[in-house]
Structures are given as C-alpha cells and as structure tokens.
C-alpha cells in the first residue's frame, strides 16, 4: 500500500487540490508536537510533512531555523522523531507522512537504518534538502527497498535541461519551490506559479504540490487549484511561535491555535477545484 | 594487499567532485544548476589564456607575487637551542604569504573568482568571513573591479575582528553581521548561501576556503597552488633540494592545500596539518573536525565535522577566527584517510606563545591562525637532524590579531 498515491488519487476523484502542512518535529516540545500532529488530519490537512531538526538548515528561513532550535533544545532527534510517528500511526494509518529535511542525521544514523526504521515507523516519503539528483545514490537504493518515496524538489532555476533527470529520480509527488529563495520569505505570484508548472507536466505524472512562500489561505487555494497541492509550513511555524510563552513553551492553547490555522487554510483549498 | 595505494595524489577530484568518499555537491535543487555554471565556467577558464594571463599579472603586479621564502635564521638558532642534541634542530623557512596585498594567502583565489564571476556575467559578490582576512580579500577584490561586495560574518567575529570589518567597510564591501548559531564561521557560510539562493541569477559567492560543494573545493585549491609551486622553485634554489616537511595551519584547509598540494607525489616530503586545539582537543572547546570529529555532510560537502551522536553540528572554537570552523576541505579529510598528510594539533596557548616568539625572533607578527602552523614548527623543528629543512606556509600578518592577544595577555590597548 502507498499512502501518497492513494490520497493523491482520492483527491483527485473529489476534485481538489491537497494541503500539505509543514511543522518541525519536536516544536516545542515532543507531547505537544504529537498533539498537533493527532490534530492536523481533522483540521484538513492532507498530506503531513514533519521537519527533523538540524543545527544548519541552509535552505530554511529565520521561523524554521528557530523551530529547529526550540525542537533541538526540546531534546529532538531523528530517533525522537521515528518515535513522534510510530505514536501518530497508532490513531492514523490513512494520512501520508514525510519526513523532510537535511541529510547529516541521515548519515549519521545510518542511512540503511534509517530508511527500514522510517518504513516501518510509518513514514511514507523523504525530502532531502541537500541531496540533488547527483548525489542520488547516497540514499536511493536504500528508500527504494523499503518502500520509501524521494519526493524531490524543482526550482525556478531547475532548467530545461536538468528537468528531465529531477523528475525521473521522483517518487510520490513532485515538490515544486515556488521561489528562488529559502523558506518564509517571498511568495511567488500566481502568474509565475501559472507559467511554471505546465513546464513540468509533460516530463511527469506525478501530482505537484508547490511550495516556499505560500502563507495565505488565499495563496494555499491559488497554489491547489494551479498544481495538485499546496504546501505550507513558514506561517504555520509562526502560528505556533506566537502561541509560546516568553520561554518558548507551549501554552494550553499551543495547539488549538496551530490547528485552527490549519482549518483556515483547508477551507480554502477545499473551496477550490483543482486544474487536474 | 587488497587496497592499492594511488599511484599519484594529484588526480583527484572525480567528475562528481569527490576525493574518495569525500567531497560532491550536497546542496539544494535551487543551488544545483549554478553550481554547475560555476564548474563549466571554472573548466573553460583553465584553459583560457587570457583568462590565466590576466590573473597572473594582477598576481604579480597588485599582489606583488612571487612571495619570498624567507630562511628564519633566529628561529632555527631558537629552536636548535631547544633541542635535545648538537645535532638536531632542522632548518626553518618561512613562506612569506603575509606579504601579499592585504596580508594574507587569501587574495590569490580572491582575483581569480572574481574574474571568473565577471567571466560569467555576475554583477553582485558574495563572500563569508572568519576572521576577516578573506572578506577584507573579496572586498578588496571587489573595489578593484567596481563589483558590489556583500561580506557574512558572524556577529562574534565581528566584536573581535574589528579592524577587518572597517578595513571591508572602507573598501567599500557591506557587512553583514550574522547572529544564528554561535554567530561565527559556519553561521556565516549558512547566510551566505542562503542569500545566494535567493539571489542566484546576478551573485557570484566567492567561497574562501577549500570547501563547500564541487568544484569550489578543487578551483580554490588550484588557486592557492601558486604557493607550492613558488615555494617548489625557491628552495630548489635556494637548497638545491627538496623539503624534509611542510607545515601549515588548518581552518577550512586553503592556505594548506595551496603549499601542499605541488608536493604530494614528492615522497620525501612529509606534510603536517595543524588544527586548532582551543583550549584541548579533550575539552569541548576545540576546531580539531580530523583530530576530534568523524565524516558528515555540511555546506555541500562530505568531510570531517565536528558533531553530536545525533549527527547535529557542534560548535568549534578557537582563538583564531579563521580556524574556528567545524568541519575541514575534504581533500584534507581524504589526505588524512590516504596517510599522506599528518593531522596535528595546536592550542590556543601554543599559539598565543609562538605568536609572540615569532614577532620578537624574527620581527614577523603572525596571523594567529598562522601562528597554530608555527607552534608546531617549534615542536617538530628541534626533533629534526639539523641538516633537514621545514617550511612554514605563514600565511597570514597578526595586525588584526593584536587586540585579541592584547585581551590574552592581559594587557590594556
């Protein structure tokens, strides 16, 4: 069974883009970040993409770095993280969940480790921010084996060239960055986004969800309806950071908070239909 | 023997930028295609000779190249009286990189990324910095050629590398401080490439050291070969033969791999690398990723860091800004693995002590990373027959240094 292709083509049977949250594990702190997770499938979220802290997250803006550090200081690791799903499979088997971020933890864990423990933690899909196509073969064969999709991502900058092999070496879904630029910074606009993802239909059947910049209920609908999915992650961190108190802990209403963002933003993607 | 030692050390790297295992280019797709602009950009420069006569002359000309090799007569009478017999205590030389424009080694592989990234049509430069010496370089660099120059550097370095940063401000380069992290080195390479992900169509980053994803670890090694090759010449002149050692200083590794990389298939030459120990290899305070760390992947590369269990980057320090980084080029990483190099350490105090007996020997104040390089000169030179013959790469002036080791030593400026 693939969680990913069966939400994806369940979604597309009702019509409608998906919404993909993104939250790093462990922010604040494990119990809470478990509770949001619990959450996050009745608020709307479809597809559910938990960040692994790391001390170097090149490609993430100011919010998510500071996630990272409060789920570091909280105690999390890639261990921690594998436990948080394990607990979250126990009440959801349906809802796909991916694991992104940076590969030195990978690593160090032991990438053949890793990926049969993510699998049958049940995780279902991996974003390695720092490994491109050309580094494939560090973690590939090992995903691959156990069942695990690489969901790659495809810049503005990806050309034409380059496409077709990024593409190629996807799996799952196609994670398109709507900017050239890290997380939580700038938003594309939807002439851009209109333009660029019709560049990528013709080298992939895979669903394409767009990421980067999308921190909008508005955006997150006009990002659903012009690709498959809409990816949003910075302005939910943000949600939960302004939740915390002045000590960077979870108040009682931490998790309503984050969860009623994550309602806004469904309403609105399920409000639309999606071009596919 | 089932693992046949390389028939030479000078073929690396491969076509996927790797030195053994160690090295490629580990970044994000948005990064991906202009890392190879700059590695097809660098291949066809190699082989442009104007490309390559244009450098050399701004080598020559505004460098001020060759740099001499300077016999360190007072300093091997020091060390020889240190030693324990008559008949030890090697011969130092210095290589004189302090020399160059803007005091440091840096400026070699400065002019010729910058002239790449005119080559490419680039319009903006980037650069992080550690200690200053490498911004002050771009910065420099940057002014030559009316380019507008953006410096990283981490707010720590900042506070105690102050004369660097209105050096960089002077020439006309911004500086921006960065506060992530330990604000230092690493956090400062972390912004820099973050900016030049959002600012990859007009950015060039001049990347300092020999590290980073493919081809920055290879093109800045080629830059900074002039070092060996020069250093090659002069003491076969000088000599008539080749070195018993070499030293140097390891942050990043740059300054390292430009004096040792000429004289890898050069048998009889032993190389020492020397990273900084901080307070101890044994503390937790240090910048030793060979010595102390075990191989990862940061910054585009596989290499050596310094890190937790958990695989989560740990913070290295050092007195010396510039070697307070906590991972290394992975060419040194695959040099260490290979046995060609020796990876050795220095203390912040062995340091601050041959920093001090280098100005009053020989009337050189050293850079303190430099410094690293020549406090083990004073530990390996008295252990050597006295015909045999050292060279330190001094690769840096103190200048900037003098305020911290004013604060070390206790004295008010």
């Given amino acids: ?276 | 023997m089932n693992k046949p030692l390389p028939n030479s050390f000078r073929q690396g790297p491969d076509g996927r930028g790797r030195f053994g295992q160690f090295g490629g280019r580990f970044v994000a797709e948005t990064l991906m295609p202009l890392i190879l602009e700059v590695e097809r950009a660098y291949e066809e420069a190699k082989t442009d000779a104007a490309f390559q006569t244009e450098w050399r002359r701004l080598l020559k000309d505004y460098v001020g190249r060759p740099s001499p090799l300077w016999l360190a007569e007072r300093m091997t009478e020091h060390l020889r009286a240190n030693s324990a017999r008559d008949d030890l205590g090697a011969k130092v030389y210095f290589k004189r990189e302090e020399l160059n424009h803007t005091g440091a080694h840096k400026i070699n592989a400065v002019l010729a990324q910058i002239l790449l990234a005119k080559k490419m049509g680039k319009t903006r430069v980037i650069a992080e910095t550690g200690a200053g010496q490498h911004g002050v370089a771009t910065a420099t660099a940057c002014a030559l050629f009316n380019l507008p120059c953006t410096v990283f550097m981490g707010a720590t370095d900042v506070a105690r590398q102050q004369p660097n940063v209105f050096r960089m401000k002077l020439l006309g380069a911004e500086v921006e401080p960065v506060t992530s992290g330990a604000a230092t080195l690493k956090d400062a390479m972390n912004e820099a490439l973050r900016y030049w992900v959002a600012n990859v169509h007009d950015t060039y980053y001049c990347i300092g050291t020999v590290a980073g994803p493919h081809p920055y670890p290879v093109m800045v090694r080629d830059f900074q070969c002039v070092i060996g090759e020069e250093t090659k010449q002069q003491i076969l002149a000088a000599e008539g033969r080749l070195p018993d050692a070499l030293v140097c200083a390891v942050g990043g590794g740059s300054s390292a791999m430009g004096l040792f990389h000429p004289f890898l298939d050069d048998e009889g030459v032993a190389m020492y690398g020397v990273e900084a120990a901080g307070r101890g290899v044994d503390t937790e305070e240090h910048a030793a990723s060979i010595t102390r760390g075990r191989p990862g992947v940061l910054h585009g590369n596989r290499t050596y860091l310094l890190q937790d269990a958990d695989g989560q980057i740990q913070e290295a320090h050092s007195i010396s800004a510039g070697l307070d980084y906590p991972g290394i080029g992975p060419e040194h990483s695959w040099l260490h693995e290979a046995g060609r190099v020796n990876y050795v350490t220095a203390t912040d105090d062995e340091a601050l002590e041959a920093f001090q007996v280098c100005s009053k020997l020989e009337g050189i104040i050293p850079a303190l990373e430099t410094a690293h390089g020549l406090a083990h000169v004073m530990k390996l030179a008295p252990t050597m027959p006295r015909d045999a013959i050292v060279v330190l790469n001094l690769s840096g002036r103190g200048d900037k240094d003098i305020f911290t080791v004013a604060h070390h030593l206790g004295v008010k400026l």
């Avoid at chain 1, 009440?91 to 990978?106: I, K, R």
């Avoid at chain 1, 997380?183 to 851009?192: K, L, N, P, Y």
């Avoid at chain 1, 002045?246 to 071009?275: F, I, N, W, Y």
């Fill in chain 1, 1 to 276: 069974m693939n969680r990913i292709a069966d939400r994806f083509a369940a979604l597309k049977r009702e019509g409608r883009g998906a919404l993909v949250t993104f939250l790093e594990g462990y922010d604040p702190d494990p119990a809470t970040s478990l509770a949001i997770l619990r959450g996050l499938p009745g608020a709307g979220a479809d597809v559910i993409e938990i960040g692994v802290p790391f001390t170097d997250p090149m490609a993430d803006g100011p919010s998510i770095q500071k996630a990272g550090l409060r789920a570091l200081k909280a105690g999390a690791t890639l261990a921690g993280v594998l436990a948080l799903v394990r607990d979250f499979r126990k009440e959801d088997a349906a809802t796909p969940v991916v694991l992104m971020g940076y590969f030195n933890p990978v690593l160090s864990y032991g990438v053949d480790r890793f990926c049969n423990d993510a699998a049958a933690s049940g995780v279902d899909g991996l974003i390695m921010v720092d490994v491109p196509p050309e580094e494939a073969d560090e973690i590939e064969p090992q995903a691959k084996a156990n069942g695990l999709d690489l969901i790659r991502l495809v810049a503005p900058t990806t050309d034409e060239a380059r496409l077709p092999r990024v593409l190629a070496a996807t799996t799952g879904f196609v994670y398109y960055v709507a900017i050239t630029g890290i997380t939580g910074t700038r938003s594309a606009s939807g002439a851009d986004l209109s333009a660029a993802i019709p560049r990528l239909r013709p080298h992939t059947d895979l669903p394409i969800c767009i990421g980067f910049g999308i921190r909008t209920p508005e955006k997150a609908a006009e990002a659903a309806r012009i690709a498959d999915g809409a990816v949003v992650g910075t302005a939910l961190v943000e949600t939960l950071a302004a939740s915390l108190d002045d000590q960077g802990r979870a108040k009682p209403d931490t998790v309503r908070k984050v969860l009623d963002h994550v309602r806004a933003l469904a309403e609105a993607v399920r409000g639309v239909k999606s071009a596919a």
